[in-house]
């Protein structure tokens, strides 16, 4: 125990070191460089208006949203990934992503003003898209009398994601050359463009729910076990498992709704975190969150960065990373 809480305290300060320091890199780097003196003269009420506006309308906030979606989305993959007892699931394995894309597309279709993707009527058209298709993968996964299987919670999830994206196609070719652009950006995964209200709703969500995942994270460590311990330690396995995708699914859900639908995070730090600090939820939940926020970060200097002045979409460079790493984990996994 001794030795996995001295790993904890050092992947903890090195996780926050870097956070720091890819967070003062972004606020200085860009097509205005602005130096460290500039940006704390910035903060404590100086500097010229453009500069104010660089500081605090465009890369505060897009640095601020890419470190809560990353933080999000990453908790609730390692969720996912303990309840189904398979270190490749993701927040996808609910549908959670297929069912807020669709949910965007539809409101595309029907809504034809840009006042349609308004902070509060996108949100909450993503949510409620991905809490319809968790229920209804929970709903088919399910057996009367019986537990829930991990595997076949997987391969339903597979199904129905399948199925909504199936939805998707037929409802893009209907959309206009320029909603299309618009929803395929967000779909694909982006933090530009929001502004101080996206980071507010989007900082209660996690307030409100990752509190109650940290608080519960021993909950969550009966639940990686087999069902018989489990069951033998008193956990109420049907109880627990529908309260934590619960959990995750309103997270993600939340991080989507903002961020987009970007692949590869709730599946990449869950994994490194148990391998910095063992499968214990107590310490492995905060170093994932933490991990998320730094692969976001960084994902998005790089991506506004590169080409420059041009910019790659965020979820581009995620995936960049994620997809061997996805297959990385795929040759080394034992089942």
Known sequence: MENQNRRFRTALLLILVLILAIFLLSLTTGLTPLSLKDIFRILFGGGKREEKLILFHYRMIRILVALLVGA?????????????????????????????????????????????????????????????????????ASRKDQYLS????????????????????????????????????????????????????LLLWLMLILPIIFYHAMDLNL??????????????????????????????????????????????????????????????????????ALLLMSADLIARTIIAPRELLLGIVVSLVGAPYFLYILLTSKK
């Open 72 to 140: 999000g989305l990453s908790v609730s993959g390692m969720i996912f990934q303990t309840i189904s007892k398979n270190s490749l699931a993701s927040p996808d394995l609910l549908g959670v992503s297929a069912g807020a894309g669709l949910s965007v597309l539809l409101l595309s279709y029907f809504y034809k003003g840009s006042s349609a993707f308004g902070i509060f009527v996108l949100p909450l058209f993503s949510t409620v898209g991905a809490l319809a298709a968790a229920i209804l993968i929970y709903t088919l």
């Open 150 to 201: 991990p595997i076949r919670l997987i391969l339903m999830g597979i199904a129905v994601s399948s199925g909504i994206h199936s939805l998707d196609m037929i409802v893009s070719i209907r959309l206009s050359p320029e909603q299309y652009n618009r929803v395929n950006t967000w779909m694909i995964g982006s933090v530009f463009g929001n502004t101080w209200t996206h980071v507010l709703v």
């Open 223 to 292: 639940l990686r076990l087999s069902d018989g311990i489990a069951i033998g330690l008193g956990s109420d396995l049907k109880r627990g498992r529908l309260a934590f995708l619960a959990l995750a699914v309103m997270l993600a859900a939340a991080c989507v709704s903002v961020g987009g639908t970007i692949s590869f995070v709730g599946l990449i730090c869950p994994h490194l975190a148990r391998k910095m600090v063992g499968p214990n939820h107590k310490l492995s939940l905060p170093i994932s969150a933490l991990l998320g």
